[in-house]
């Protein structure tokens, strides 16, 4: 009888890249797109490149990319593009790079400062890694914020103009949101603490920039935690001030204005909500909406990790 012996594979000598671009996004740059491509080919790494046309299209291209188990993927777009590849990188030895193109850019800016291409490209090229964490929201991926109230009534405002450049413009644009939050009595439990009340904004952050603005500055990547932060609704907190704050990093959570730190937390009634989800705006499918923090994975590109 014939004996077969099974041929190891042999390893793979250069890493493989695909790029994933997001032609739609609002900082959309053909250049930065080349130089991040040229950069590869100096190296000598291999890569494959492309423009899904629709969210579907690209979950679709990352599923069938992930099967060949390149060494990274590269989201070239804001915060809804990355979500859109995170989420299936999640759990998996493949390394997320991130090139910013977004508005916002509040998952790049939380993990590496303020957006730069050349530092963005030196990170991915360095191929260190480190490990951070993700959330669901009842079914839902997130990477960096989910928010009731306030947030999603700014992010709203904010897709019709351009963003505040000083302070005062923030707390303006605050206010305006706020008149808009429709405050309803809600119960919520964090771990196992459990309250009721009536926010005007009830905001749930892995990382800490929210619609371009630090919410939790003290946010950690891979402590396995989120922050909460909502208002206590007694004293009606007023919103302005708290934004006019947050914008220029003075803000000190107290009394009005509260943070809790949890892994597991549930908010309800939230039915017919809009909710914030890295920047896309949804209505709520449910009565109840169920965050849980999963730590450490998903591996993204740092050239100070390992």
């Not at 220029?248 to 809009?274: E, L, M, Q, T």
Request: aromatic share 8%; with cysteine.
């Amino acid at each position: 009888m014939k004996k077969f012996i099974k041929k190891r594979r042999r390893p793979r000598l250069k890493p493989v890249f695909n790029i994933v671009a997001n032609p739609h996004c609002t900082e959309y740059s053909e250049k930065n797109l080349e130089y991040l491509v040229n950069e590869l080919k100096r190296r000598g790494f291999l890569y494959f490149s492309a423009k899904p046309d629709t969210p579907e299209d690209m979950s679709r291209y990352v599923k069938s990319v992930l099967n060949k188990k390149p060494t990274g993927i590269i989201a070239c777009g804001g915060d809804g593009t990355v979500n859109q590849v995170a989420r299936h990188v999640m759990r998996r030895k493949t390394i997320l790079g991130i090139l910013p193109m977004g508005r916002f850019n509040n998952i790049y800016r939380s993990l590496y400062g303020e957006p730069d291409i050349k530092s963005a490209v030196a990170n991915i090229l360095s191929g260190r890694e480190k490990r951070i964490d993700c959330g669901m929201a009842s079914g839902r991926f997130f990477l960096a914020s989910v928010g009731l109230g306030l947030i999603p009534e700014m992010s709203e405002l904010l897709k019709k103009k351009r963003s505040p450049v000083f302070s005062i413009g923030w707390s303006r644009l605050a206010a305006q949101a706020a008149a808009a939050v429709k405050i309803r009595q809600r119960s919520i439990k964090v771990d196992a603490f459990e309250f009721n009340l009536s926010a005007q904004t009830i905001n749930i952050n892995l990382l800490p920039y929210t619609t371009g603005l630090p919410l939790t500055p003290a946010s950690l990547t891979d402590d396995g935690k989120c922050e909460i932060v909502f208002d206590i609704g007694e004293t009606r907190a007023i919103m302005s001030s708290f934004i006019r704050l947050i914008y220029k990093r003075k803000y000190i959570y107290s009394n009005d204005i509260r943070i809790f730190r949890g892994r597991r937390i549930s908010i309800a009634p939230v039915d017919g909500s809009y909710v914030y989800i890295d920047g896309e705006i949804i209505r709520s499918p449910s009565t109840e909406l169920k965050i849980e923090i999963m730590d450490k994975k998903i591996r993204i590109y740092d050239i100070t990790g390992k």
